[in-house]
């Protein structure tokens, strides 16, 4: 994938720019936690099994912020695998590929570093690169779907500075998600369905809600098939008949829905045969001091006693289901009590903000709404399709984002909804563009004397082309919001101090174990 070209400046200023924002961010978080002191949160905190060495203090020092909350349970399956039942919540491809960068690219750093030091700073190195990566994947993504390289370009930059900026830096998976989501979408947009299908398939080895993506892969195949009946009589003789067109529909789709499937099912089985087959050796292969931790906080172990957790009797015996709704207690409207009024207005803007992406567009496109986007469009047929946010090809995945949005609002707990959209739908990144490119006048102009011109539509930037812009060099369109804030927009101001405040604030609250989203 040339995510990375020389040829394009915009492509070229989206990289350096999250290359900066990654940069600044991993600088803030060890100033803050250099001046705030850690809270004493009742969060997952195993013992450390060997005595810290003084460059590991001081790596703890300038990147420990990194590995708090959930971090820490990516950082101990790298170390330890899946240990305790509640491991099982976190899927194995992203720890799997944080130990693997530091047992081989930082192998010579295994002297002066233990174990865990070096899987923290694996973990921090990869999420840079994959933030950098997910932010020219979406870029690319951008310029195929909304067929507008100025709104495309504005949503990658808002990406660096995605309100979910903590948890794409952290020892989380969001960053490594993000990048294979964004990427997938894109080479199904450029028709390259197997390789699509290959990175929908790993990004359900990194999270759970990778499964609903292989609802874009039906989609695609169905509009197709869907479109092709509606051709006219001269160009059906050119196709083959109609039961060869729906066998080969059904095996691609079976196909590829088994490949996306296959990570999660093959995890269920593995956690079934680790907890469901007892053990007899348990005492000589985990550590004392995690044995003692399992004692004092309830963590079931590995086939502990030999007693078989509830879900290994179940019909369909899915440990991730039972750990969400034992340990986290998620569940339709179990989150709706008055004490948890702060997290829901903690994810009040994302929820405004997707609300109002999917009431856009379907106001612009009611009859694509009723239709699902199978009905061909004259438009189509003349090869002049719409461009901008408000484009049919967008409808999927403003579809895909409602779905996200519902779901998290009524099934999860819901702060989470800020980084749960953000690393998995474009639909915040565009919607943001389109509202920035249509209601800031100071967006409207080109050149560096920032004269307001009029406003210009979003097909009319369609032709633009790199070639545009002189020497090759491109100014960021935020950097030039930020620093006339004062006579931009209130919407302006609005969106960017919604990404900008939450950047910041993350990275305040969460590297020193205040709750964050």
């Known amino acids: 994938m040339e995510l990375v070209s020389g040829q394009d400046p915009r492509l070229r200023e989206v990289v350096r720019f999250a290359l900066c924002c990654r940069a600044l961010a991993l600088l803030l978080q ?21 005595e810290p060495g003084p460059w590991d203090l001081l790596l703890e020092q300038l990147l420990g912020g990194l590995s708090h909350w959930d971090a820490e349970h990516f950082l101990f399956i790298a170390e330890h695998g899946y240990l305790y039942e509640h491991n099982c919540a976190f899927f194995p491809l992203y720890p799997l590929s944080v130990r693997a960068m530091a047992e081989g690219a930082l192998w010579p750093l295994r002297w002066p570093l233990r174990l865990r030091s070096r899987l923290l700073l694996s973990a921090v190195l990869l999420n840079s690169l994959f933030s950098v990566l997910a932010a020219a994947a979406l870029y690319e993504l951008g310029r195929a779907v909304l067929r507008c390289r100025r709104v495309a370009f504005l949503a990658a930059v808002l990406f660096s500075i995605s309100p979910a900026n903590v948890f794409l830096a952290a020892a989380y998976s969001e960053s490594m998600f993000a990048f294979l989501v964004f990427s997938a979408m894109w080479q199904l947009e450029k028709g390259q369905s197997w390789l699509s299908g290959l990175l929908f398939s790993l990004a359900s080895g990194v999270r759970a809600n990778g499964l609903i993506n292989a609802g874009f892969f039906l989609y695609s195949r169905g509009k197709r098939f869907a479109l092709q009946l509606q051709v006219g009589s001269g160009s059906v003789r050119k196709l083959p008949p109609l039961w060869k067109r729906l066998l080969s529909l059904a095996s691609s789709a079976v196909l590829m829905c088994a490949g996306i499937f296959l990570p999660f099912a093959l995890f269920q089985y593995y956690t079934y045969v680790r907890f469901c087959a007892p053990s007899t050796n348990l005492e000589q292969t985990v550590p004392k001091p995690l044995l003692q931790l399992a004692l004092d906080k309830g963590y079931r172990l590995v086939a502990a006693d030999r007693v078989k957790p509830p879900w290994c009797s179940q ?55 009723l239709t699902l986007g199978l009905e061909r469009r004259k438009s189509e047929e003349e090869g002049k399709p719409r461009a901008g946010f408000c484009c049919p090809t967008v409808f999927v995945y403003v579809v895909h984002a409602t779905v996200l949005l519902a779901f998290g609002f009524f099934c999860m707990h819901v702060q989470v909804l800020t980084r749960f959209l953000g690393s998995s739908s474009p639909i915040l990144y565009w919607f943001s563009a389109h509202l920035l490119q249509k209601y800031e006048p100071l967006l409207w102009s080109e050149g560096a004397d920032h004269q307001i011109a009029a406003p210009r539509s979003e097909e009319s930037l369609l032709g633009e082309s790199p070639g545009s812009f002189g020497n090759g060099t491109c100014e960021n369109p935020i950097v030039r919001l930020l620093l006339n804030w004062r006579i931009i927009t209130p919407l302006s101001k609005c969106i960017l101090g919604f990404f900008l405040s939450y950047w910041l604030l993350g990275l305040m609250l969460h590297c020193n174990f205040l709750p964050w989203t």
């Open 30 to 50: 060890a100033l803050f936690n250099l001046l705030i002191p850690d809270h004493a949160a009742d969060a997952f905190s195993p013992p450390r099994l060997s």
């Open 315 to 369: 019909r369909f015996p899915l440990v991730y289901s039972y750990i969400q709704d034992t340990y986290w207690n998620v569940g339709f409207l179990r989150y709706f009590e008055l004490r948890q009024i702060p997290n829901f207005l903690l994810a009040l803007p994302v929820t405004l903000l997707g609300s109002w992406a999917a009431w856009t567009y379907i106001s612009a496109n009611p009859r694509q709404c």
